[in-house]
């Protein structure tokens, strides 16, 4: 007749190499799949600062945009007849859009990007800004 043979059963605590390869094995390809989406869904770009030399009187919110039409960043107040700089600026891209607004008017115009990069990302708001925000300037929006 033939025997009937077992094996012993692991003392109570013990894990089987296999399983502990396998939660190792599920764990690292879980890990590789959250560095992979983390990578896939990339937040914007910024740059580190932007200084703005006010060159009139007036306190003006400056708002930054990749479009003249939409899609308005506030980036702060640049203070009357002084210099002041934003920290971690959106990256707009190759053309930057500024909306500087007092008082309920606004103007709207563009920059290169290489040309703020060439001006050590300074932009210069003429003293004429005044004028043109009187005359020609739009109800902010």
Known sequence: ?????THP???????RTADVVRVVAVAVLALA?????????DGPSFVPRVTFVNHTSLD???D????????WTPAGVADGDGT?????VIDHGDTWWFRFSEGGRS????????RLAADGWRVEIPSSFGTRLA????AAG
């Open 84 to 88: 002041t700089s934003f920290q971690e």
């Open 135 to 138: 005359t020609r300037g739009q």
């Open 9 to 15: 059963a692991a003392p109570a605590g013990v894990h």
């Open 1 to 5: 007749m033939n025997q009937l043979q």
């Open 107 to 114: 103007v709207v115009f563009p920059v290169s990007r290489s």
């Open 60 to 62: 003006v919110d400056v």
């Open 33 to 41: 799949a959250l560095l992979v989406s983390l990578r896939m869904v």
């Open 64 to 71: 930054t945009s990749a479009s003249q039409r939409d899609g």
